[in-house]
């Protein structure tokens, strides 16, 4: 008696082991039985992995891939019409503010030498050996004690604002002794004034 598949009955023998694998890979299916012919495979079903190619003898090996600043951008080129730096431009803005430095020390030392020409009282003489433009008036008939007062009490206010706290006190006692003296006519005060904004201070 003929088992399925053409094996005996399982009680009387196993059926036989499958035919060996040669080479590794799995044999072609048996034929058709319609056909007689195979049927088409799926691709790579049955065939063996493909060997890694043998290395070439010779070759040199791969350079290591460049690192990640070889492909930084380059910087900028310079704007077109650009012009670089005049050469010493420097040393052109160090003489700059050296001359700064020497104008405000002129202008702390003329302060402090003006405030020296106040009197008790509150007036202002000997301004005219300290700023020459003042002799401007020295030819009219009013009192130069007055004048020069006056004239102080405005190139205070119009030169020195950064010294206010120190002369605030200093021109308040000079008003109130222009107070008491005969007023300039307005002309007069006009031109005063004038000058104490257009001097330079030297």
Do not use: H
């Not at 009387?12 to 060996?20: I, K, L, N, S, Y």
């Not at 008939?141 to 020069?148: A, E, G, I, L, P």
Request: hydrophobic content about 35%; glycine content about 6%.
């Amino acid at each position: 008696m003929v088992g399925l598949g053409g094996c005996p009955p399982p009680s009387g023998c196993a059926c036989p082991p499958p035919p060996p694998v040669v080479g590794g890979c799995l044999p072609p299916p048996p034929p058709s039985v319609v056909s007689g012919r195979l049927p088409p495979p799926p691709p790579s079903a049955y065939a063996c992995p493909l060997p890694p190619p043998p290395p070439v003898v010779g070759a040199c090996p791969l350079p290591p891939p460049p690192p990640p600043s070889a492909y930084a951008c380059p910087p900028p080129p310079s704007p077109p019409g650009a012009c670089p730096p005049p050469p010493g431009s420097s040393s052109i803005v160090i003489d700059q503010e050296k001359i700064v430095q020497q104008q405000e020390n002129i202008k702390e030392c003329l302060f402090e030498k003006i405030v020296k020409c106040q009197k008790a009282a509150g007036e202002f003489v000997g301004i005219d050996t300290l700023i020459k433009e003042i002799d401007k008036f020295k030819n009219t008939q009013f009192d130069q004690t007055v004048v020069q007062t006056f004239f102080v009490v405005q190139l205070l206010k119009e030169k020195f604002v950064e010294n206010k706290i120190e002369w605030k006190l200093l021109v308040k006692k000079a008003e109130k002794w222009l107070e008491m003296k005969q007023p300039l006519p307005e002309e007069i005060k006009a031109q005063i004034m004038s000058l104490a904004k257009s001097i330079i201070l030297k």
